[in-house]
């Protein structure tokens, strides 16, 4: 009860002092061993000042850092003295002498804190400044704790300073003692009893993470993306992976370091045996998790295992543009091969009905149309130029050649409208419409190293997969990149295509289209490989039951979808259907009604040839 009233009292104060006092700065001088300092100590400095901000306190904190770059400790008399300029001291170093001679140095009339980061003596005044012995606790609670505690000695040290008398005198009375060394320790044995209950052990530790930065395009992939300041230096990671990590965190409080493998890769077994990328950081024990869009495949689940698949990915092919079908016979398409055969049928037969039927039945002799002006009424009605009337004779006859009259108009009505459609609204045809017809086209393809689609083409031993592979390994028509931006242009440009996730080919394809405005590029319909993505870890990794559970426990309440939305491009874009590149009715070229002039060159040469013919007889 005691515990929420001293809150209660805090949080009430605090509130109340925002509004009716003014916001300043309250500067705090950091003293550390340049010449010692290790990743771990930068990598705690930096948690705290990138997390200070979450204290409750009236003022802002103005942390000045002051590096000991000699081997001797330098009096701090050439630090800014007085209290006008900074209100606290934290020194720290991983030398016990130096340490103490900070110790003696330092204005006493100032709250300050030791850190010591290695064990050393107590010391010889006892009392004289606070000790924050961060090597007492194991490497699951330290940073945490200390981390804590710091903030703990920040809120009851330096914040109370910006408060008058009374109320720093009202809060002592109602607030128990505050020892930022018993903090400490309470707070490591507070996360051993968690950790007994946790077989996980994740709970405040902190956890290596490898990933890997990659661009697509000129954007950074969706899966991870680096955050930085205008000096270049890393201030946080974002994207669909890192969602993961960031919602987990909470609940278990945990920090984590990111390292990138040396050759930027995901990981691929070397022929010693080994494997480079950030396969191979997890089997040197260099990392606790692979945070990475991880496809599973079974060469890399013999050494390493998996989370649960946390997306669903497929494969594909992006393609230049499609092209126009060749107009050359472009006179031909209206109509499918079946209806030219009935046409063809028609024109035969019908003459010759006529012209029998005129004989049999109306006995007319020598006043009977002769069968050749027959066939020039049938041509002459189908192509619109009948020169050529039908006999009078008869009614059977007559009414015979009505219907094929009125059958000619509407086939040659649609057969107008349907040419006319596909000379002005030509139909593109990709240049390849699945991966099986890639071996056999003009094509040459590209495939990212180190990716799921490297081992599954150059490990395939049959079909198709080993094709390409053995393409891609010889370096002919196929080839292995590291980034894949530069080479997006020669698909562009070139008899190139390029195989790899489908989400990936959809981030291209919508970049290329928002910076030329027009759709450049296609992706193939058929979609092959599908896999899913999860995470890296060690065979036997105790974090695996835990990060199953929270996985599955997030794509059921939909966030998988929700990230999804946040950093990938709209699923539906604009070159999704295949259209020309100009909009609207095109006009006719000469090679558009190259099969008209087609036709008429061979009507002139028949002509001709008959002409000759004549003049020979």
């Not at 002092?17 to 003014?22: L, P, R």
């Not at 080479?487 to 390029?498: A, L, T």
């Amino acid at each position: 009860m005691r515990f929420f009233c001293n809150c209660l009292l805090r949080n009430m104060f605090h509130l109340f002092v925002s509004h009716v006092i003014e916001t300043r700065c309250t500067g705090i001088a950091v003293i550390h061993d340049a010449l010692q300092q290790t990743s771990d100590i930068d990598f705690w400095l930096t948690t705290i000042f990138n997390n200070v901000k979450n204290i409750s306190c009236p003022t802002l904190f103005d942390f000045k850092m002051f590096p000991v770059k000699s081997e001797v400790f330098v009096n701090v008399s050439s630090l800014p003295k007085g209290d006008s300029e900074f209100k606290g001291f934290i020194f720290f170093t991983t030398r016990c002498q130096m340490s103490d001679d900070m110790e003696l140095n330092i204005n006493h009339g100032v709250p300050s804190l030791r850190v010591d980061f290695v064990p050393c003596p107590p010391p010889a005044i006892p009392g004289l400044i606070e000790r924050l012995p961060f090597h007492h606790l194991n490497e699951n609670n330290r940073y945490v704790c200390s981390i804590y505690a710091v903030f703990k000695w920040l809120e009851q040290r330096i914040c109370s300073l910006s408060l008058d008398n009374v109320t720093q005198n009202l809060l002592s009375h109602n607030e128990l003692p505050f020892n930022v060394s018993q903090d400490f320790e309470y707070c490591g044995d507070m996360i051993n009893i968690r950790l007994e209950n946790d077989p996980s052990q994740l709970y405040g530790r902190k956890l290596r993470l490898s990933s890997l930065e990659r661009f697509w395009g000129t954007q950074p992939s969706p899966y991870m993306s680096v955050e930085r300041d205008s000096n270049g230096t890393i201030t946080g990671y974002k994207g669909y992976l890192f969602e993961i990590i960031h919602a987990i965190q909470p609940l278990y409080n945990y920090t984590y370091q990111v390292d990138f493998p040396s050759k930027g890769k995901y990981g691929k077994e070397l022929a010693n045996g080994s494997w480079d990328g950030m396969i191979g950081m997890i089997l040197d024990q260099r990392a606790d998790i692979g945070v990475g869009a991880f496809s599973i495949i079974h060469s890399r689940y013999q050494v390493v295992d998996f989370t649960v698949g946390f997306y669903q990915e497929s494969s594909s092919i992006l393609i230049p543009s499609p092209i126009e079908n060749h107009q050359l016979l472009a006179c031909t398409k209206p109509f499918r091969l079946e209806v030219w055969l009935s046409l063809i049928l028609f024109v035969i037969i019908l003459p010759g009905i006529l012209w029998r039927h005129f004989e049999f039945n109306h006995r007319c002799g020598e006043k009977c149309p002769q069968l050749a002006k027959q066939y020039f009424f049938v041509l002459g009605v189908l192509v619109g130029q009948s020169g050529q009337k039908l006999s009078s004779v008869g009614f059977s006859p007559r009414f015979l050649g009505a219907v094929w009259c009125l059958a000619t108009v509407v086939f040659a009505s649609a057969y107008v409208g349907i040419l006319m459609s596909f000379l002005r609204f030509p139909k593109l045809s990709p240049v390849i419409t699945k991966l099986e017809q890639l071996p056999a086209s003009h094509l040459k393809w590209a495939v990212l190293r180190g990716t799921a689609l490297d081992h599954l083409f150059t490990e395939a031993t049959t079909g198709v997969y080993k094709t390409i592979g053995e393409e891609l390994i010889k370096n002919h028509r196929g080839t292995l990149i590291d980034v894949h931006d530069d080479f997006i242009k020669r698909v562009i440009h070139e008899n190139y295509v390029y195989i790899g996730p489908k989400s990936n080919l959809e981030y291209a394809l919508h970049e290329d289209y928002i910076q030329s405005g027009i759709c450049r590029l296609s992706i193939i319909k058929q979609d092959f490989f599908k896999v899913n993505v999860a995470f890296a870890l060690p065979k036997g990794s105790p974090l695996k039951p835990l990060l199953d559970k929270k996985i599955l426990q997030m794509m059921e309440a939909g966030l998988g979808i929700y990230w999804k939305k946040m950093y990938w491009p709209p699923s539906k874009g604009k070159c999704d259907t295949f259209r020309p590149l100009d909009v609207g009715p095109k006009s006719l070229q000469l090679i558009d009604l190259q099969g008209t002039f087609l036709i008429l060159f061979i009507g002139y040469a028949l002509a001709i040839a008959s002409f000759l013919a004549e003049r020979t007889c």
